[in-house]
């Protein structure tokens, strides 16, 4: 009896796996490290626009790991185009990384301290995952450049204040406000982006 054996994995699905390990990572990241600080509450003087970019991060790995289902009928994957749908992810959990001290003494600093110390290389590589993203729009999702203008308003936003090296916390304070209400309208706006089926 010959016994025919099919391929029961989809070429996206064996590329998502590669993916989800990464998301995954950085989720785990964020939320062991945000854990970490809680637990050590006493020490730790938390600033809430840091807050408000770890929640904002965290959104962005969920947020990627609904977009990139919409590639799940590519039947084809060549090593430059894995690579490249790789980059965004690897590059959120490096800002996600970012966001939280690494060692036990540094938890005794001020939250606020750190981020002021580490925003520019936050937002860069935030500004990172922008261009990504809006490449990811235009050549996997065939957006049109128009639809691209809020992203190219935000990459612009980011990446004069990372070069300018603003410490005002005012423009800290407004910027993270704005990403937050942004996130939860673009939820609402983008419905369709929520949906798994």
């Known amino acids: 009896m010959n016994v025919k054996m ?17 998301l995954g990572l950085g989720i785990t990241q964020i939320l062991s490290s945000f854990s970490e600080l809680l637990y050590n509450y006493k020490l730790v003087k938390f600033y809430w626009p840091q807050t408000i970019w770890l929640v904002f991060i965290l959104f962005l790995h969920v947020q990627d790991w609904f977009v990139t289902y919409k590639l799940k009928d590519k039947m084809a994957w060549s090593l430059p185009e894995l690579v490249f749908v790789l980059l ?6 490096t800002a996600a990384k970012m966001l939280f001290p690494t ?3 540094e938890e005794q600093y001020d939250m606020q301290k750190y981020y002021f110390d580490q925003f520019q290389i936050i937002f860069s590589l935030i500004a990172l995952s922008i261009l990504l993203s809006i490449l990811f729009n235009i050549f996997f999702l065939s957006g049109t450049i128009l639809e691209q203008v809020p992203l190219i308003l935000f990459l612009g936003i980011i990446v004069t204040i990372s070069l300018k090296k603003y410490n005002n916390e005012l423009i800290h304070k407004i910027l993270a406000l704005s990403i937050l209400a942004s996130s939860i309208f673009s939820v609402f706006l983008e419905q369709n982006v929520w949906i798994i089926k």
């Open 88 to 93: 965004y992810p690897i590059t959120i959990f």
């Open 6 to 22: 099919t391929n029961s994995i989809s070429p996206f699905e064996y590329v998502s796996i590669l993916i989800s390990i990464i």
């Open 103 to 105: 060692n036990k003494q």
